[in-house]
């Protein structure tokens, strides 16, 4: 976010004459004007500085505010407490709990994967459907969720929704533990998905909260890790558990970690989201100075909490109704993770049916998505920012969001390269490092899809970063979702050859699309017709 013009430094006085107060930020009466001018509803974004205003524009003012408001504000662009000028340090911790709390979630959707055969024996079930679904029903809970956390979040502030969400994710993964039947388990995997889906769902914007544009493609790229070496790990861990000690073990396991960060995050997680931050500014110098007409931005939308709630809860789903490039990016993520989520939901099988590879070895065939994982990152971590400031200094020094897609071009073949290698060598029964390797590929195309496409929605939609990030979560979770369940069916009919060919086609497909949204997001993100009343 840009830093703003210092804008208020005056002495108020309330009271009787006797008492005085100490000063306060206080805004201007030309200042309230254009602020409230400038934020009109419209979410317009500003080529040269996405960030511009964020912190006061994202709540719009009405015109009819008083000229003797009080507005509280910053201290100044290098107020130390505003997070984009908190110590390195505070920072990196910051992400760094974030980072834990995120690899949760992924963790436990596919950490179940190796462990379902026993289950179904357990629950005295043959249904192949329904083995895949209570797999991927974890996920559908990651498509309902984001709805309402993201604009929680920005409602409230990140931290108590990140509180309350643990909290209820706790409880959800125990219950999946002591499971007594398949409508049990099914229904509590999909209450830890919804729950879970939080800091998934707002890492991003506490990122966009706390690091400029420039430096965000290192942090997105930490953080985005856990989200898709999670799942990749997670069938390792679980392969083992559920050999030696019981399927119910993964959860018990998962139930102890999500404790210990629920306590981490109670103690030392700080609160990053400005209007949040500012709205308990001027709470303080309300008591402090007994100046009842002090008010940040947030508190002067001429909006009861009901409304904003409303507002808010309705902000993703129209960003990816009416914004067609929140919409195809979500979509083109969405093919791609349904994908992985195919792989999680059949690795299993195929080793075993093909390979003859069982027990808690098994898990160990998950390794080449997470190794492909790791390649991605560190390919996009080591040229994403880079490359953005080589381009915004061929274009004036200004940088632009749409800096950030030309990586996804580049890497656009690697999914359907490593999906034509799985199948047909699997199908064959290639020596097992084969389809291994084309599981590596795969892995890398999704996430040198996802991190490029998260980094640009961040930068594209600053102030309302949790919200963009929302809106492909539901998509893409849906994806994640509902097609694993056609994986096993469409493998059985078609083999592992043509069915993951079919997969191939599809992905080669979204390549042209991929390259026309590269050239042209600049132009539907800033057009008139496209621009969002959030």
């Known amino acids: 976010m840009a830093e703003e013009k210092s804008m208020f430094h005056a002495l108020s006085r309330v009271g009787s004459t006797e008492n005085s107060h100490p000063a306060v930020s206080v805004s201007s009466t030309p200042s309230i004007r254009s602020l409230g001018n400038a934020s009109s509803s419209t979410l317009y974004h500003d080529h040269a500085d996405p960030e511009k205003n964020a912190d006061i524009t994202q709540h719009g003012l009405p015109d009819s505010v008083a000229k003797d408001v009080n507005l509280v504000d910053w201290n100044g662009p290098d107020d130390p407490e505003k997070p984009l000028n908190w110590s390195k340090r505070k920072k990196w911790t910051n992400v760094l709990i974030i980072g834990f709390l995120t690899l949760l979630t992924p963790f436990g959707s596919s950490m179940f994967a190796p462990g379902v055969p026993d289950m179904m024996e357990d629950f005295h079930s043959t249904n192949v459907t329904l083995a895949s679904f209570v797999v991927s029903v974890y996920v559908l809970g990651y498509a309902c969720g984001p709805l309402v956390i993201a604009p929680m979040s920005e409602l409230y502030g990140r931290v108590p929704v990140y509180n309350i969400c643990t909290f209820w994710f706790l409880v959800w993964t125990v219950l999946c533990g002591i499971s007594v039947n398949m409508p049990m388990i099914i229904v509590m995997r999909f209450l830890a998905g919804l729950f879970g889906s939080c800091p998934i769902t707002i890492g991003s914007g506490t990122i966009a909260d706390c690091f400029r544009q420039e430096e965000r493609g290192k942090v997105i790229s930490a953080w985005t890790l856990p989200i898709l070496f999670g799942p990749a790990l997670g069938p390792i861990v679980g392969g083992y558990l559920s050999e030696y000690v019981g399927w119910r073990w993964n959860f018990h396991l998962l139930a102890i970690w999500t404790a210990v960060m629920f306590v981490l995050c109670l103690f030392l997680l700080p609160e990053t989201y400005p209007p949040v931050l500012l709205k308990r500014k001027a709470q303080k110098l309300r008591k402090e100075t007994g100046n009842q007409e002090l008010r940040a931005p947030s508190e002067l939308t001429g909006k009861t909490p009901s409304q904003l709630l409303l507002l808010n809860i309705i902000r993703p789903t129209k960003m990816l109704v009416r914004s067609p490039i929140v919409f195809l990016l979500s979509l083109f993520i969405a093919v791609i993770y349904g994908y992985l989520y195919i792989m999680f939901s059949t690795l299993t099988v195929v080793f075993e049916g093909q390979y003859n590879i069982g027990g808690g070895n098994v898990g160990l065939t998950f390794l080449g998505l997470g190794l492909g994982q790791i390649v991605g990152l560190l390919l996009f971590a080591s040229t994403s920012d880079r490359y953005l400031k080589k381009q915004a200094a061929a274009n004036g020094g200004v940088m632009t969001p749409e ?97 993951n060919s079919v997969l191939a086609f599809i992905a080669l497909a979204f390549i042209p699309l991929v390259w026309l949204l590269q050239k042209h997001a600049g132009m539907l993100r800033t057009h008139p017709r496209f621009q969002l009343q959030l």
């Open 403 to 499: 800096m950030r897609l030309p990586f996804l071009v580049y890497t656009s073949g690697f999914a359907p390269i490593g999906l034509f290698l799985y199948g047909w060598s699997a199908e064959y029964k290639v020596h097992w490092i084969v389809p291994i390797l084309g599981t590596m590929l795969i892995s890398i195309g999704m996430i040198t899809a996802f991190l490029p496409v998260g980094s640009y929605l961040v930068d594209a939609f600053t102030a309302y970063a949790a919200s963009a990030m929302a809106a492909n979560t539901v998509l893409r979770s849906l994806g994640g979702a509902l097609l694993p369940l056609a994986g096993r069916e469409m493998y059985n009919k078609l083999g592992y050859g043509w069915g």
